[in-house]
Structures are given as structure tokens and as C-alpha cells.
């Protein structure tokens, strides 16, 4: 009897790519060192916020929510093979398309599989669609909120805050960067203290 279990080639060039975006936990999201932030969130932080962000603004807008939270998590996976390049490294490297490589990660993977992340990588791209505009907006919407909480314990962001801001397309996603940008990062938490107290 054999020691190992027979797998087949898509299910193993489809277990790479889980592999593959692990990679992301790893990476750090490399534009905050212009703020002076060294310990930066990651590629996979920003993703999983983003995708969060998108099921909220998808609700508000009226998309669909779980497509957007699809668009949101895959926005970011190319950047496994080629890194986190911001708006002035792009002045000077020639970037890769990220359906170009998004096709080149899941060659390997099941036929269902690559038709799912390809498609959702395209739409991405497009940006044509409501889940696309609301997927947009929340990776704009997850810079803004990142920055507000970075510029909260000290750090230099209004200007990413201000970009991130002007780069909105849809009504929902101005209302939450309105909200966000006069709020105490830890308004949350303080709410709570303040009902638990309250209970004693």
C-alpha cells in the first residue's frame, strides 16, 4: 500500500495556489515606509479588510455583496508573484498585467478554478460593474481607514487620506470616508466601555 494518497494535477496545481496566497501573509504592503511606518500591514491584512469593506458598501449600494467580497479578496493575489508596487515605484518599473499573471498562477489549477479567479480578476480590472466600483472603493476606503488609524498614534498620512478620498466613485463609500475621517479610531471600544459602565 502506498504511503502517500495518489492526487491528481488539478488538485494539485489548485492546492499551489493555496500555498501561493499564503505567501501574502508575509508581504508587507510597502507605500507606508513614505509615512515612516517600518512595520507595515500586509498584503493579506489589507485584503481580508477590503473584502469586508466591500460586503458593506456592496449592501449599501445595492450590489451584490458576496461577488464584491470576491473581487476584494482576489484584487491583490498577483502581487504574490510580483510584489506590493506603489504609485511611485510605477513611475519606474513597468508593471505586470494582473490578469496576464492571475492567468499564469492558476494554469495549473482546476479548469472551474481558474474560470472563477480569472473572471473575478477581470471584472476587477474592468471596473465596470457595481461590484467592481464597490470593490474599488473599498481598497480605497481600507487605505483611508488604515491611514486614519496610523495618523491616530502620530504617523504623517493626511495626504495618503486625502488621495484615497478624492479616488471614491460611489455615494456610500464618501459617506463611510466622511465618518471615518472625523472619528476616534477606538470610538468603537469606547462606546462599549461606556454602555458597560453604564450597566453597573
Known amino acids: 500500500m502506498s504511503e502517500h494518497p495518489r492526487v491528481d494535477d488539478e488538485a494539485a496545481g489548485t492546492a499551489a495556489l493555496i500555498f501561493e496566497d499564503g505567501?501574502?501573509?508575509?508581504?508587507?504592503?510597502?507605500?507606508w515606509r513614505y509615512d515612516g511606518i517600518s512595520h507595515a500591514e500586509t498584503v493579506?491584512?489589507?485584503s481580508h479588510r477590503t473584502a469586508f469593506i466591500g460586503i458593506l458598501l456592496a449592501a449599501m449600494e445595492g450590489a451584490d455583496p458576496a461577488r464584491t467580497a470576491m473581487l476584494c479578496v482576489l484584487h491583490d493575489f498577483h502581487e504574490a508573484r510580483t510584489g506590493d508596487l506603489t504609485p511611485i515605484s510605477r513611475r519606474y518599473v513597468t508593471a505586470a498585467d494582473p490578469g496576464e499573471v492571475t492567468a499564469d498562477q492558476v494554469a495549473a489549477a482546476h479548469p472551474a478554478v481558474q474560470d472563477a479567479v480569472i473572471g473575478a480578476v477581470t471584472e476587477f480590472e474592468a471596473d465596470q460593474t457595481l461590484?467592481?466600483?464597490c470593490a474599488h472603493d473599498a481598497d480605497k476606503l481600507d487605505c483611508l481607514i488604515r491611514a486614519r488609524?496610523?495618523?491616530?498614534v502620530g504617523f504623517p498620512t493626511q495626504g495618503k487620506i486625502d488621495r484615497c478620498?478624492?479616488?471614491l466613485t460611489t455615494d456610500s463609500a464618501e459617506r463611510l470616508a466622511n465618518a471615518a475621517v472625523t472619528m476616534d479610531p477606538a470610538q468603537w471600544q469606547s462606546s462599549l466601555r461606556r454602555a458597560a459602565a453604564a450597566l453597573r
Do not use: K, S
Open 44 to 46: 493579506a491584512e489589507h
Open 149 to 152: 488609524e496610523y495618523q491616530a
Open 131 to 133: 461590484e467592481a466600483r
Open 165 to 167: 478620498r478624492a479616488a
Open 23 to 31: 505567501t501574502l501573509r508575509d508581504l508587507p504592503r510597502t507605500g
